[in-house]
């Protein structure tokens, strides 16, 4: 058991790592946008002691290494800084927009995995079937259609249409439970729709690479039906690329969300980064940026370790 | 007796290049209960196919095109899934040839055996794991009563391939097919496993398909034997009368194989340096010793076998020799001059002087490539010829392989069978003018037939060009056939040296007579003889 613990630590020694270069490369991509927010504060006409003397009061006349690693202390500290654009701490704006993408992403998650898992194993155990074919004609289709457009098939078939769910989601922290998942369903539903097609065809994939492995033939010939030939001999050994291909796909529900938030009006960490971006508004854009990345190696180094959490060749060793 | 088993007239289609062709050809086959029978023949013969069929079930790509299998009165070729399925692992059960490979990685080997008891509610999982641990324990498997929750990587390739026929046993089948079960196993492992097999079989009075190409093996295992070939059947047989008195020429000519023998070389020249001289070399995969303290020399136009079990270091070996991997102490001569540890380092006149055939000569040779670059490029890398000169040298290399030229010179390996590529593999060592070729296991991955041939040109070319080989082989067999002197390793150490014959007549190192001794004869009795003795001896 000590082995996994061993390996976890390492992997978040890690992830640290690889964060402290990510946070060096959003700080000094910012550095290399053009634009300055003394100068698009104060308009054209300002004069440049008063633009200087702006500079000097946000701290942007320091070399850009000592700003980034004020910066960085500071996130170590747990203190992201203050918005640029209306002086607010970044740390409370983040939370609460946080909040909601996770949210957003957990109601597609629950969507999507169990729906394109079955989905996967069903297609598996019916290969060659009108079935199969059905399921990857369509699955196929929705993932090459692009999101927004999905988003707005979906608000002209189930909001114009027929007004079943509505096209603006309109939630905020006093929203109740069931009337956020009426309310977020048509974003949470585009999302899952454009993630199901990939996790299903991998899976699908995945498992049947296995079929062709002598263990497969053995429990044939043990008398074993095909449901139990799939879910208790294929589905195990399965397990490391499905779980890869999840969690890949749980990221991109969390970083991916920027143009299903925007069209259907969600206040999630999507519409935060393109209006901060919009207003030069640097320091919340490196937070955000900074939140994704987090996001996206804690996902990954989970799916690591399940993947190995998963495989008795590597928790039993000789 | 009634037959509990029934095959008439059987037809079995493949699908190759998008279209069906027939590769066994009306095979008909009784198996009463209780009864062993069987299946003899070289790759290709059918006898897998034939074996799987028997239990109503074709690989991926293959159907059952005509005839009719008949288990104790059930038609298999039209069965429906449900009775199929039924039957599949309670009354028909099947022994794979790769245990390794054919126990999942995902569960405890007693997870495996207890399936079957429980999806046909023949027991419940408790009493099934139960008889498991009897039933290990029958099959001296050590520590029955936990190995089987162990994951089958943890166990090792013979105890495994024991646990796949315990898991066979598990539902008290009528009929076990037993496809190759002892071919990845080492000859002194075999016999436990065999001797193992045969207890069950008799114990729970089994009938038995029993597959090999191994005739001694089938010797001891079969009441009767059936010879295929090519899908055809050639004859079929009582043990005996077909040990003793085979009537079909195909028949003969598999009996005779082990007959060959390379005839005597002459003695080596005093005081000349031997061509190649391993001198107390120490070798590791990491901190791991796998090599300790090996010494051998291998002298001018003779053949050195370097005999041993899987894990006693044969390869390494030659790693060690083609530099490869560096030893870690010791030192390897070459005519008297020292070899530089890594081939990175050596000279030219080194490279070229020791060249290697691999075992598997399907990946050693690269796909991309026609027969003839193959073997023009170290004919051009080694001798500077011009590509003109190279490509007649090539034709003259395919000539004394017997490979006609124009025919083979722009083929690509995948259009060439077995004995065939392993035929190039020898032209390409052949191509640098070696003294020296190391043959790693060259003939295990080939029929006993092919392997005879590829024996006789490596001898042919060895006369011709006065080459000196390393022979690698686990192979008994083909070390009486071809080697002058022999190198016995287990674990990493040499424990026996000498001539060939002083090695095959006693008295020898414990290890080399029980190697020797595992060595399958064709006497049906041998197995039985065998273990007697080895019993007296322990007990006495």
Redesign the interface.
């Known amino acids: 058991m000590h082995l996994l613990v061993t390996l976890i630590l390492q992997r978040i020694g890690l992830g640290v790592v690889t964060l402290f270069g990510i946070s060096l490369m959003i700080f000094f991509a910012m550095e290399i946008l053009p634009g300055d927010l003394a100068q698009e504060t104060l308009g054209q006409s300002a004069t440049p002691e008063a633009v200087a003397a702006l500079r000097a009061e946000l701290g942007l006349d320091q070399p850009a290494i000592t700003r980034f690693f004020q910066w960085f202390s500071g996130i170590l500290h747990g203190d992201l800084g203050t918005s640029l654009a209306n002086k607010r701490d970044i740390s409370e704006l983040l939370v609460s927009r946080f909040k909601n993408t996770l949210a957003l992403a957990s109601y597609s998650a629950v969507i999507a995995v169990p729906v394109a898992v079955t989905l996967g194993l069903l297609a598996a155990l019916y290969r060659g079937s009108i079935f199969d074919r059905t399921v990857n004609v369509l699955s196929l289709s929705a993932v090459s259609l692009p999101e927004f457009f999905i988003a707005y098939l979906l608000i002209f078939f189930l909001s114009a249409k027929f007004g079943l769910f509505p096209s603006i989601s309109n939630v905020s922290a006093d929203t109740s439970f069931s009337e956020y998942m009426h309310r977020a369903f048509l974003p949470a539903l585009t999302m899952a729709l454009v993630v199901t097609a990939h996790m299903m065809r991998m899976t699908r994939a995945a498992i049947i690479n296995l079929l ?4 497969i ?9 095909p449901m ?1 030939i799939i879910l ?2 294929a589905l ?2 399965a397990l490391a690329p499905i779980i890869n291909v999840v969690s890949l796909n749980l990221a991109y529900l969390i970083t991916g969300v920027v143009l299903v938030e925007i069209v259907f009006v969600y206040p999630g960490l999507g519409q935060l980064i393109v209006d901060s971006v919009s207003k030069r508004d640097i320091p919340v854009v490196q937070a955000t940026c900074l939140v994704f990345a987090t996001v996206y190696i804690t996902l990954n180094l989970t799916a690591d370790v399940l993947s190995i959490a998963t495989n ?2 590597l928790m ?3 | 007796m009634e037959n509990l088993l029934s095959i008439k007239d059987l037809k079995i289609e493949g699908l190759s290049d998008g279209k069906w062709s027939e590769i066994v050809h009306g095979i008909s086959l009784d198996v009463k209960p209780g009864e062993v029978v069987g299946l003899i023949g070289e790759s290709g013969a059918g006898k897998s196919t034939i074996g799987l069929a028997a239990m109503g079930y074709t690989r991926d790509g293959c159907r059952i095109s005509g005839g009719s299998v008949n288990f104790d009165g059930k038609e298999l070729t039209k069965i429906d899934r449900k009775p199929h399925q039924d039957l599949l692992g309670r009354r028909i059960a099947y022994v794979a040839q790769s245990a390794a490979a054919s126990f999942n990685p995902a569960h405890k080997i007693i997870d495996q055996y207890t399936e079957g008891p429980a999806i046909h509610k023949v027991m419940a999982r408790k009493q099934a794991q139960l008889e498991a641990i009897e039933l290990f324990e029958t099959l001296q498997l050590p520590n029955p009563a936990t190995i089987g929750f162990r994951y089958p990587h943890q166990v090792s390739g013979g105890q495994l391939q024991r646990a796949i026929t315990a898991m066979a046993m598990s539902c008290k089948p009528d009929l076990i097919i037993f496809d190759e079960p002892t071919t990845a196993l080492d000859v002194t492992t075999q016999i436990e496993v065999l001797a193992a097999i045969r207890d069950v079989v008799t114990m729970l009075n089994t009938a038995a398909i029993y597959i090999t190409h191994d005739l001694a093996v089938v010797a001891q295992m079969a009441d009767r034997i059936k010879v295929l070939r090519r899908g055809h059947e050639v004859e079929e047989a009582e043990t005996k009368t077909m040990l003793n008195a085979p009537k079909e020429e195909y028949t003969k000519s598999l009996w005779a194989v082990r007959a060959f023998k390379t005839p005597a070389k002459p003695k080596i020249t005093e005081g000349a340096y031997p061509i190649l001289s391993v001198q107390n070399v120490t070798a590791a995969y990491g901190t791991e010793i796998v090599l300790d303290d090996v010494s051998f020399d291998i002298h001018k136009g003779r053949t050195v076998a370097v005999v041993g079990e899987s894990g006693s270091g044969k390869s390494t070996t030659a790693k060690v020799i083609t530099g490869l991997l560096p030893q870690k102490h010791g030192k390897v001569l070459y005519e008297g001059a020292l070899l530089e540890a890594s081939f990175k380092t050596r000279n030219q006149h080194h490279l070229k002087n020791i060249q290697m055939i691999f075992q598997m000569a399907d990946t050693a040779l690269n796909p991309r490539q026609t027969i003839g670059e193959i073997i023009q490029r170290p004919i051009e890398f080694y001798l500077h010829l011009s590509p003109k000169a190279a490509k007649e040298r090539a034709c003259d290399i395919l000539n004394e392989l017997e490979l006609e030229p124009s025919q083979y010179l722009h083929r690509s390996p995948s259009e060439l069978s077995g004995g065939q590529k392993q035929r190039v593999g020898i032209g390409r060592a052949l191509a640098a003018e070696p003294q020296l070729i190391i043959c790693d296991e060259v003939t295990s991955a080939l029929d006993q037939l092919v392997a005879e041939g590829i024996l006789k040109l490596l001898d042919k070319v060895q006369q011709t060009f006065g080459l000196s080989y390393m022979f690698i082989t686990h192979d008994l067999e083909t070390v009486r056939a071809i080697s002058d002197e022999v190198v016995i390793m287990q674990r990493g150490k040499v424990v026996e040296q000498g001539a060939t014959t002083s090695i095959f007549s006693p008295p020898n190192h414990p290890y080399t007579d029980l190697l020797l001794s595992s060595v399958p004869k064709m006497n049906p009795d041998w197995l039985t003889q065998l273990l007697k003795q080895r019993a007296q001896s322990t007990a006495g």
């Not at chain 1, 062709?212 to 263990?215: E, G, I, L």
């Open positions: 062709a492995s002598p263990y033939a053995m429990a044939r010939l043990k008398g074993a039906s139990r208790i001999h195990p050994n008795p060749r039993h060793r000789k």
